[in-house]
């Protein structure tokens, strides 16, 4: 994509996705439900020496995808800060907000309905299940109010990327 929008779909989708759920659901039930946010499970908010039990298979997935950023950019250091899931139920919502302290926030769509994938104030990018979605950390995004019995999982994560010295 243009202006530093990375887009891809992970190749092996199909094969992780119910292991990388199982992996989450290891996770104690840990809803937030207030004005900005509603989610069903996160684990954004537990301490980040917490087991992750999902963190290896995801690394391991997004590995080509992060490759793909470091060749666009001229060979940059990419670390990951920080990574989370989010799963959303019915009426279930992230308003507006933006990654302070990161260079590239990230979205791994593992269960997404149509049309509700990640929504930007000034234009349009339509995400699936299974891809993945890096953007300038800076850009105003929220996931929508998803409506219905559907369920939405994601796991995001953020990154800088530094030209090395």
């Not at 840990?30 to 963190?55: A, G, Q």
């Not at 559907?150 to 800088?160: H, S």
């Amino acid at each position: 994509m243009n202006n530093y929008i990375y887009q891809t779909k992970i190749k092996n989708h199909s094969e992780i996705k119910t292991t990388l759920l199982n992996q989450i659901n290891l996770i104690p039930n840990n809803p937030i439900n207030d004005s900005k946010c509603k989610l069903f499970h996160t684990d954004w908010n537990l301490p980040v020496e917490m087991h992750r039990e999902y963190k290896f298979l995801f690394f391991e997935s997004v590995k080509d995808h992060l490759n793909k950023i470091t060749l666009d950019l001229s060979g940059v250091d990419i670390e990951i800060t920080n990574f989370w899931f989010q799963q959303y139920t019915d009426n279930g919502l992230h308003s507006w907000h933006t990654h302070a302290g990161s260079h590239f926030s990230n979205v791994y769509f593992l269960e997404c309905p149509d049309g509700y994938s990640t929504e930007f104030k000034n234009f349009k990018c339509v995400c699936e299940e299974g891809d993945i979605l890096s953007f300038p950390a800076f850009l105003p995004h929220r996931s929508p109010l998803l409506k219905g019995n559907d369920r939405k999982t994601i796991i995001a994560f953020n990154i800088i990327a530094n030209h090395p010295e």
